[in-house]
């Protein structure tokens, strides 16, 4: 009997994904899919979750070049998935997406909720800085990460 689901996966970061991660392991070789414009949609996101689950420095400097593709939604899933991976390896890189204002509002909605989810207070200027910004999807997630670094740094906020 055939014990698969034709339901997908659970990964071990407890999510449903949207797509099932690659079976690829080089580094060298997912970041190549990855910022391959002409690649599907659902091969670069298998690739992102690859590298998620690989989750070393190596493999956030190749899912960072990824903030260079055209598409949003790639970009947003590459924010969420460093949150996921609460590395502090991608702080400086969600900072800078975050912070940067010719990036699509869901992108710095996700990094900052991200750097939330990665619990570093270092986030804490950063979000900070962000808190009053005119767009609610960029300042409520700001407050929601701060809350969430102070939920869990309570001594040092
Ligand atoms: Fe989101």
Redesign the pocket.
Known sequence: MNNRSSKPDVSEYGSVDPAPPSKIQDIARLESILVDENTRMFERMRVVFSLRNINSSESIDALSQGFKSQSALLR?EIA?VMGQMQNNHALPILEDVLSDENEHV?VR??AA?ALGAIGDIKAKNTLEMYLDHNLPEISESCEVALDLLSHHNSDLV
Request: aromatic share 16%; net charge negative; charged share 35%.
């Open positions: 947003h969420y869901m909605h996700e909720e």
